[in-house]
């Protein structure tokens, strides 16, 4: 016996007049008096079978027991609908199967949410994820998703690089998350931790000589979870050795073009452009800057050094948006709100509305300081100031949600964009410890390798990162090889020289026995996917993800263990889990 000749997504006009046999789920059912319709649907499509009584009273008699998603086996001859029963709206419209033998393989019970309801509840989705994943979309995502990983796969071994596994039960990675750790056994009160990212392995397989390595790794951040952050998240993880910058993007170039030409038919122009963080910062308040629109940061500093108005004079930093619009009290005062929120101490503006300006600082401004802005009727100049830093962040932000508001950004655009020397430090919560802004494993770049110990602040990195329409895809950078360079790296970063041996002692020993130079980079398989995608929700391109709380709503996992093994293992829990 075959289960089925054809798929339901091949039922087309040139197959009318043959028998064939299908297999799928019962997608809708309707009884029309006598005639009952069942859309079937199997990974391709869907294809109407029509069940007549007269012709086949047997199935007819079945047919009526039917319900929502039974597995069902549907023999007959394939027929052209009757012209006015044509559905357009259907790629197999045309055609429908007159049933002859029908077969339930397999039943359903009652249904917890129907598969074409929109906004269902998401833990209720996630709870039933078998039935969720059977829905359109998330079918298109995931598929999606694995053609992408495919093209990746062969794009990165055409280019000579090698598939290295690395251990998930390892030692702390530092990546800047929290480590999720796992208990040992067989040595009592000792504990893995999950990798945050196989970066030192990786590093490893230069030193051991296999010179090219990729992996799609999967890597565990302990992190308070967000719409676009999960706790285990997929990456490409690439390393080279005697590492050449130029070829290490243009694979990365090659690699992006052919997904989003296999996969959306999109042809993307390369060499993306590229630009320093300095830039970015300046220019768009931010280090991942969304280039699809304008609407960039402007300067106000230096003409506002000697103003009446002390909010100015006092600043770091005084920098503005021109904003395409004139909004009125109501508006300015929600923006004003968000940019608090931010950590702003208040938005000032100004508004050129029908020659007349609007604002409560313009009575404090000078003739050269208005100058200086040089507004234009029916523009709103926002302002912001405060540190540097925090300028950034609040333009920078509302930027984006101006940009989202006025309707300015092209959604259906993709801009790429490599952004490049990065501070190599930066300081615990601004004033506290140095730690590192990409990794401690990054090289300073050319100019600061002797001398960043003296200037944290202002050394430079060799990392990039990679930027699509606002989204981090990802990041990497060039590595230091030389283990006295390493040493004073995490010197700066107040690693004691005990701590330096007990965490990192055996990158030490491998840096020196004749590691050569290298560099990598890696790129989110979740985040690519949801660009991709067009998706918001980085769940909605995960088979199986957790919920915002960590928490597996389908298995219930993660779930208590008995007595027997925590006794095993010599944990003694402070409180019983609620
Ligand atoms: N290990 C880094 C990360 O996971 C990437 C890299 O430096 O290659 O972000």
């Given amino acids: 016996m075959t289960w089925r000749t054809h798929m339901c997504g091949d039922a087309r006009a040139e197959l009318v007049g043959e028998s064939i046999t299908l297999a799928g789920w019962a997608a809708r059912r309707r009884d029309h008096g006598g005639l009952v319709f069942i859309d079937l649907r199997d990974r391709t499509g869907v294809t109407q079978l029509v069940i007549n009584p007269e012709h086949a009273p047997e199935a007819a008699e079945l047919a009526h027991g039917i319900r929502n998603e039974f597995v069902l086996r549907a023999a007959g001859k394939l027929v052209a609908r009757s012209p006015e029963t044509v559905n357009p709206a259907m790629p197999t419209g045309e055609v429908e199967v007159a049933v002859e033998q029908l077969e339930i393989v397999s039943r359903s019970t009652p249904l917890p949410f129907q598969l074409d309801e929109e906004n269902v509840d998401e833990t209720l989705r996630l709870r039933y994820r078998w039935l969720d994943l059977r829905r359109d979309k998330l079918q298109r995502n995931i598929r999606l998703r694995a053609q992408m990983v495919g093209i990746i796969r062969r794009e990165m071994e055409e280019a000579g690089f090698l598939d290295i596994q690395t251990p998930i039960l390892f030692k702390p990675t530092p990546e800047g998350a929290r480590d999720f750790v796992v208990p040992s056994r067989l040595q009592p009160g000792r504990f893995y931790a999950l990798p945050q990212s196989p970066q030192i392995l990786k590093q490893l397989t230069m030193v051991a000589g296999f010179d090219r390595y990729y992996q799609i790794a999967i890597c565990f951040r302990d992190e308070d979870l967000r719409a676009d952050r999960v706790q285990e998240l997929t990456q490409l993880d690439v390393e080279m050795s005697f590492p050449d910058q130029e070829l290490l993007f243009a694979l990365m170039e090659r690699m992006f073009a052919r997904i989003w030409r296999e996969c959306l038919g999109i042809e993307i122009e390369t060499p993306f452009p590229r630009m320093a963080f300095a830039e970015a910062d300046r220019r768009f308040g931010s280090d991942k800057p969304d280039t699809r629109f304008a609407l960039e940061v402007e300067d106000a500093t230096e003409p506002t050094r000697g103003s009446q108005f002390g909010v100015f004079a006092g600043a770091e930093a005084v920098r503005f948006l021109r904003v395409p619009k004139t909004f009125s009290r109501g508006e300015l005062a929600k923006l004003e709100e968000l940019a608090k929120e931010w950590g702003a101490k208040g938005l000032a503006y100004l508004v050129y509305d029908g020659g007349e300006l609007r604002s409560p600082i313009a009575k404090f401004l000078s003739e050269e300081e208005l100058a200086a802005f040089a507004g234009r009727d029916g523009e709103t100049l926002l302002f912001a100031a405060d540190t540097w830093e925090l300028t950034s962040r609040v333009l920078g932000a509302l930027r984006l949600h101006l940009g989202r508001q006025l309707g300015l950004i092209d959604e259906g655009a993709f801009t790429f964009l490599w952004v490049n020397d990065f501070p190599m430090f930066e300081r615990e919560g601004g004033d506290g410890r140095w730690t590192a802004v990409h990794h401690p494993f990054t090289r300073p770049t050319g100019e600061w390798q002797e001398r960043f110990a003296d200037d944290p602040g202002s050394a430079l990195a060799h990392a990039y990162d990679l930027i699509v329409s606002g989204n981090e895809l990802g990041g990497g950078s060039f590595r230091i090889h030389e283990p006295e360079l390493q040493s004073k790296v995490f010197d700066l970063l107040d690693l004691m020289p005990e701590e ?71 944990i003694r829990l402070i409180e019983p889990p609620a």
């Fill in 500 to 570: 330096q041996r007990a965490k990192f002692g055996f990158l030490l020993d491998a840096l020196a026995m004749g590691a050569p130079p290298h560099g990598g980079i890696a790129l989110g398989i979740d985040r690519m996917t949801m660009v991709l995608a067009g998706e918001p929700n980085l769940r909605d391109v995960i088979a199986f993800p957790k919920n915002q709380a960590g928490v597996d709503p389908m298995s219930s996992a993660p779930s208590e263990v008995t007595q027997e093994q925590l006794d095993e293992l010599g």
